[in-house]
C-alpha cells in the first residue's frame, strides 16, 4: 500500500502521479468510472463525507457528466476519495461513484477545503 507525505496532502492544491495509486485503489478507478483527475478535484474541491468511518476521512464532489455509464444515460456522477492517516502520513484507500441527478451538494469555501 503506499503512503503519501503528510506534507502533500496539507496543501490547499493536492496532485496525485501514478504511484501514489496502488493497485487496490487502480481497480476500483476502472470498475466505477473514476479519474485521477476527478480524485484530485474531489480532494481539493470536495466536502466532507459523512459516511466515512471512524479513524478514516473522505471527500465528495458531484460532476456534470451528461452521458451514458453501463448503458444508461446520467446527468450527474458523485465522486467519494476515502483515506486514512497513519502517523504522519495518509493513505489513499479507495474511491466510489454514483451516477444519477439532483445529489445533494455542500459548497466548501477553498480556504476551508483543508485535508
Do not use: C
Not at 493536492?14 to 483527475?37: C, I, N, P, Y
Amino acid at each position: 500500500m503506499h503512503f503519501f507525505r503528510a506534507e502533500e496532502f496539507l496543501k490547499i492544491k493536492t496532485r496525485l502521479d501514478d504511484r501514489d495509486l496502488h493497485s487496490h485503489v487502480k481497480a476500483r478507478m476502472l470498475q466505477r468510472g473514476v479519474t485521477k483527475e476527478e480524485i484530485e478535484v474531489t480532494l481539493n474541491k470536495g466536502w466532507e463525507a459523512d459516511d466515512a468511518k471512524p479513524g478514516t476521512s473522505g471527500k465528495v464532489f458531484v460532476f456534470p457528466y451528461n452521458d451514458n455509464w453501463e448503458g444508461e444515460f446520467f446527468e450527474e456522477k458523485e465522486v467519494r476519495v476515502y483515506y486514512k492517516s497513519v502517523g504522519d502520513t495518509f493513505v489513499l484507500l479507495t474511491v466510489k461513484a454514483r451516477y444519477g441527478k439532483i445529489f445533494l451538494r455542500e459548497e466548501v469555501r477553498e480556504s476551508e477545503n483543508r485535508i
